[in-house]
């Protein structure tokens, strides 16, 4: 009768999946169960895959070889069971000591231990040789000093890698880079990849105009773009927002210690701000960032049209739920209905029918707010009223000086921001020491922060100055360009956007009135059409809100 066996494989790291780890190691434990005339079948093959021998991951509840050893322990296998494996150091590498109580442990509950390595059997029911141990202390104790060999070495290269970087050296560490910047292969210095760059700034403008990760992979697909994920599949909103997020586009780099238990890695030392070739421009990857925060939880799908404008912004003033956008009937829909003497007739609609209406009241949960609000009705009024205020300040970013100093601001405050969190940490570090050298880098840094003080306090002068030299005309007429486009998809996300931004609450009640709150002024919407409001805030330059309104007409 021939004896079971088992067959236990095992590599450290989940990057090791896509070599050959595991098929290797099943390819010579399948032949040597062969050679003895072991029974064994694919069913008693266990894997461990990114589980450490070193640290006893492998043998820690919820491993595979934890769940054996239990099996082995609670009688399993008393009749006789092999446990094939490739090396002994695909048990543990802790040391011999831990290599030898589980030969022992496994012995005395009937499983037979077998190595391919040597070709090496450690019987069941029988007392381990002190050849044999002897053998397992020398081949545990290299495996376990290899570990730790490797280990250090690695930290070590890694540190070394580091303080270069710090020091200004601008080499790649790694083959993994982001995804537009291309590596001499001989040099190792980073540069741009102009098309991907360009690609990449795309998206962060599409971002900042108010158009989602959804609708920018599907732009990308749809224009064949290849996609710079390894997958394979396509453009993916997820790594489209990771893109977005990653502040190695302004140049940053923040070197990371990481580990098995955690593979996103705990940050080391502090950012590196010119590292990466820098892409994008520090004033546009954070007018992403606060665009995207306005969209978080926003709710409401997207159409190919983006109907509606208010989409995360309108709410039930009783129940303080979402008003949700309906469409009853699209524009040129076929209506039939009956003349006041009965006749049939028959017409296309010359504009869509559609209405915001509560959510918790549309789907029956509780509020009395059943009111519906015309769509068609709402938006020309919220345009007429209140897109001259809230895109008041944004829409002079177009002056092409202005976006510059806007630019040259932000990194200053960027190299602030840094010099400071440095000096920080150098203080703590002082407070502890004493150290001289320390204390030498502190004085050097504050005159660094001091002098990029002073530009900065300039710059914002500079750039509160040029802010407020927009004519109202001037504002007016972009105001204008604005509306004559509005039923075009990219200026519907890009005013949504802009409502999202700067419209504190906008609230529906039960008489279909629809009051709005933002950019100084309260705006009442009433049912009968007539539009009501109070101004209260004082804008740029000390000017009254509805005076400055007031001065926003165009001269025809």
Same mark, same amino acid.
């Given at each position: 009768m021939s004896i079971p066996a088992t067959i236990y494989c095992r590599i450290s790291t989940r990057e090791q999946t896509k070599g050959s780890g595991i098929p290797r190691q099943l390819e010579l434990c399948r032949a040597m169960c062969a050679r003895h005339g072991w029974e064994h &079948? /694919?069913?008693? !093959?266990?894997?461990? !895959?990114? #589980? *450490?021998?070193?640290h006893g991951m492998n043998r820690a509840q919820g491993g595979m070889l934890w769940q054996f050893e239990q099996d082995a322990e609670a009688g399993l296998y008393d009749n006789g069971h092999v446990l094939v494996v490739e090396h002994l150091d695909r048990i543990s590498r802790a040391g011999w000591d831990e290599v030898y109580d589980f030969l022992k442990t496994m012995t005395q509950?009937? +499983?037979?231990?077998?190595v391919v390595d040597g070709e090496r059997t450690f019987a069941a029911h029988k007392r381990v040789e002190l050849s044999q141990v002897m053998e397992v202390v020398i081949k545990g104790d290299v495996a376990r000093e290899e570990s730790e060999k490797k280990s250090v070495r690695i930290a070590e290269a890694w540190r070394i890698k580091r303080e270069k970087a710090q020091a200004g050296e601008r080499k790649a560490m790694t083959s993994r880079v982001p995804a537009w910047i291309d590596v001499d292969p001989e040099s190792k210095l980073m540069s741009l990849n102009p098309y991907r760059a360009s +690609?990449?700034? !795309?998206?962060?403008?599409? &971002?900042a105009d108010g158009l989602g990760a959804n609708a920018t992979a599907k732009r990308l697909n749809e224009r064949d773009e290849e996609s710079w994920s390894s997958a394979g599949n396509g453009w993916q909103p997820s790594y489209i927002k990771r893109l977005l997020q990653n502040r190695a586009a302004i140049g940053e780099y923040q070197p990371k210690k990481r580990s098995r238990e955690d593979r996103a890695g705990k940050p080391v030392g502090e950012a590196i701000l010119d590292y990466? /070739?820098?892409a994008i421009s520090a004033d546009l990857f954070n007018s992403v960032q606060n665009a995207r925060s306005k969209r978080v939880n926003a709710g409401g799908r997207r159409g190919r049209t983006q109907a509606n404008l208010f *989409?995360?912004?309108?709410k039930c003033a009783h129940c303080g739920s979402t008003m949700s956008y309906i469409i009853k009937a699209k524009k040129g829909a076929l209506k039939k209905t009956n003349t006041g003497s009965g006749k049939p007739m028959e017409y296309r609609l010359r504009q869509s029918e559609s209405y915001l209406v509560c959510d918790n009241a549309n789907r029956g949960r509780g509020c009395e707010n059943n009111t519906k609000v015309r769509y068609e009705f709402l938006e020309p009024l919220v345009l007429d009223n209140f897109l001259h205020m809230a895109t008041r300040g944004k829409l002079d970013d177009r002056q092409s000086a202005l976006v510059k100093l806007r630019k040259e601001t932000a990194e200053a405050q960027r190299e602030f921001d840094d010099y400071d969190a440095r000096l920080t940490n150098l203080v703590d570090s002082l407070s502890r020491t004493g150290s001289e050298a320390v204390e030498e880098a502190i004085s050097s840094l504050?005159? #660094?922060? @001091? @002098?990029? #003080?002073?530009?900065l306090q300039e710059l914002t002068e500079r750039l509160a100055l040029q802010s407020s030299e927009a004519t109202p005309k001037e504002h007016a007429q972009a105001v204008a360009a604005l509306r004559s486009s509005i039923d075009e998809f990219e200026t519907r996300v890009k005013v949504n956007s802009i409502f999202r931004q700067t419209i504190t609450s906008m609230a529906c009640f039960v008489n279909r009135d629809t009051a709005i709150l933002g950019f100084g002024a309260l705006l009442t919407i009433q049912s009968d059409g007539s539009v009501g409001g109070e101004y209260f805030a004082e804008l740029d330059g000390g000017e009254n809100a509805k005076d400055w309104a007031a001065q926003t007409s165009i001269d025809t």
């Open positions: &079948s /694919p069913d008693r !093959e266990i894997h461990d !895959e990114g #589980k *450490s021998a070193y509950q009937g +499983v037979t231990v077998a +690609v990449l700034e !795309e998206m962060f403008q599409w &971002s990466y /070739p820098q *989409s995360g912004i309108a504050e005159v #660094k922060r @001091n @002098n990029c #003080k002073q530009r």
